[in-house]
């Protein structure tokens, strides 16, 4: 277990990631909390973290590239004062997904842009056009076309967070580079809203990670939320709403189902149906890496 105390004086702050690189978020995003930054500011900053670091091979600019080769990254933010949300699917040369689709929130009247739209609006608010392939990355996609097999970057993790502030509100965020070398436009459930994230003030927030081509049938965040409104606690949710995945008729689609939540009064909560699922917290005791392990063991 990873430890890192933090200076905290607003004892209600608090916030949650996805897998253990979601450390460096929630550690970011409190120091920002603590320093007054606004909470959608602190979340971005937070993200911004993994995106830019390139030994995430997921997230941002470490993560892998679609079947031909081009990186395209989704990201979304839902702010729980009133619902709002910004969003970005299929968005080529950008390190930084996550703060276009801030900027989707702040200054567009849609709520998500895809593919060159999306990327015509980052050029129209001053996101540099950038390289969003890393060489590791690049690698491993070269390895992939000459074999056909799996590279060195594999897998689909999401960095879902969220956060809560010392006036009680609440923002979700998540962005990622989806399945490795995945079919050319192909969006998961992480800019999804209900389902890669959810956050609203008077209930909570949640956001998944796994296999977004199955995670999209429940709306698991969306479910978690509401599982809080009806008087769970962020735990007993996460855990409730993997647990309508696991009870799906035949069998689960698929054991790729993770979920983390944050409730109004600063609960976390964390479930999954893998073996074993690494989340990252933070809040006045400082932060660390949690684990749970799957829902039916």
């Not at 959608?40 to 941002?60: I, M």
């Not at 070269?142 to 097999?149: G, I, K, R, S």
């Not at 960095?159 to 990622?176: E, N, Q």
């Amino acid at each position: 277990m990873t430890v890192q105390h933090i200076g905290v004086t607003e004892v209600r702050s608090a916030a949650i990631a996805t897998w253990d690189f979601g450390l460096r978020a929630v550690v970011e995003t409190g120091h920002a909390i603590t320093s007054g930054a606004s909470l959608l500011d602190a979340v971005e900053r937070g993200v911004n973290v993994v995106e830019l670091d390139a030994s995430v091979a997921t997230v941002g600019y470490g993560g892998a590239p679609n079947a031909a080769g081009v990186m395209e990254m989704d990201a979304a933010v839902m702010v729980g004062a009133d619902l709002s949300v910004g969003a970005v699917a299929g968005l080529q040369r950008c390190r930084r997904p996550i703060s276009v689709a801030r900027a989707v929130h702040d200054h567009c009247r849609h709520s998500m842009l895809v593919g060159s739209g999306a990327a015509e609006f980052a050029r129209q608010h001053g996101f540099p056009e950038e390289d969003a392939l890393s060489e590791a990355a690049r690698a491993a996609y070269e390895e992939w076309v000459a074999t056909q097999a799996p590279g060195t970057v594999h897998g689909h993790d999401t960095l879902g967070l969220c956060a809560l502030d010392a006036t009680g509100h609440l923002v979700a965020a998540c962005s990622t580079s989806g399945i490795s070398f995945k079919h050319p436009g192909r969006v998961g459930d992480s800019p999804i809203v209900g389902s890669g994230l959810y956050a609203d003030n008077r209930a909570g927030a949640a956001a998944a990670t796994g296999d977004g081509d199955h995670i999209q049938r429940f709306c698991l965040s969306f479910l978690a939320v509401e599982l809080m409104r009806a008087g769970a606690t962020a735990m007993e949710a996460c855990r409730q709403a993997v647990q309508r995945v696991l009870d799906t008729p035949g069998g689960p689609p698929t054991r790729e189902v993770s979920l983390v939540a944050l409730s109004p009064e600063g609960d976390l909560g964390a479930a999954t149906l893998l073996e074993r699922f690494e989340y990252a917290v933070w809040n006045a005791s400082g932060a660390e890496v949690r684990c749970v392990v799957a829902a039916d063991s």
